[in-house]
């Protein structure tokens, strides 16, 4: 992928590609995930926690996702870097190949264990006296699935049924008497008018000033201030880690 150059963050290493995906979404990560492995490398974007460009063991958009479905418990070192929405903006206009287009589904709960078998109690013999029946099996409790994340697919857990909100009864407010008109404004005295000679020191003024300014731009060196607009704008383009644009 083309991708702007972000700012240093830290490195993972260790970690399934479940965990650490699990754990950016919570922090709501923006900016790069490089993954290395002895299966191969990838490279994810995301965007306040979301997943929006995907490249993994050579493969772009969902079918990179699906790699990571299939390699998700592998244990992987990232390096991860933060980029602004403007190096964002740029990473999905370079690279329209590895944006993810289907919708993502929550992981594939884990099967939930069976229930024991009820146990028959077996009826005594008629001479002999009854024997107690025997305790049951004490419920194993379900393991609790992991952490859900949004790149792999899982059924969704039911939903209670909701309860009908019940809204609060308005109180009854008596009426209000209607407010009294506002007394008319008292009109303004008119400001005097400038006598007419001010008009003309003011247009005298004016005529003066513009001379100035064509004498202003017949001395100005354009060639200078050409190359100085050049330097300011190659600044803010190095400032802002755009060198490879200027490149191409």
């Known amino acids: 992928m083309q991708l702007p150059r972000g700012t240093f963050r830290e490195i993972r290493k260790g970690e399934t590609i479940e965990n650490l995906i699990g754990e950016l979404e919570r922090l709501k990560f923006s900016g790069i995930c490089s993954i290395s492995s002895s299966a191969g490398t ?7 926690g979301k997943c929006i460009l995907v490249k993994f063991l050579g493969k772009s958009g969902d079918s990179g996702c699906a790699e990571l479905q299939k390699n998700r418990t592998c244990e ?11 190096q964002i903006q740029l990473s999905l206009e370079f690279n329209k190949a590895c944006r993810l287009v289907k919708a993502v589904k929550p992981l594939d709960s884990a099967p939930a264990a069976p229930a024991p ?23 194993k409790a379900p393991p609790k699935p992991a952490a859900a994340s949004s790149l792999f697919h899982r059924p969704a857990a039911p939903q209670p049924s909701a309860q009908p909100e019940q809204r609060p009864e308005k109180p ?11 007394p008319p404004a008292a009109p303004q005295p008119r400001a005097a008018q400038p006598p ?14 513009f001379d100035k300014d064509i004498d202003t731009f017949d001395t100005m060196d ?8 050049r330097n300011d704008c190659k600044t803010m383009i190095k400032q802002l880690h755009l060198e490879h644009l200027m490149e191409r």
């Open 42 to 48: 990838g490279t994810l974007v995301y965007k306040s």
């Open 76 to 86: 992987v070192d990232a390096a991860l870097s933060t980029l602004d929405d403007a």
């Open 117 to 139: 078998e009820p146990v028959r109690k077996v009826p005594p013999p008629p001479a002999a006296p009854a024997a107690p029946p025997a305790p049951s099996a004490p419920l």
């Open 172 to 182: 009854v407010t008596a009426p209000q008497r209607p407010a009294m008109p506002a």
């Open 196 to 209: 007419a000679d001010t008009e003309s020191d003011a247009g005298s003024q004016h005529g003066s000033s």
């Open 222 to 229: 354009l060639d200078n201030v050409t190359d100085k607009i």
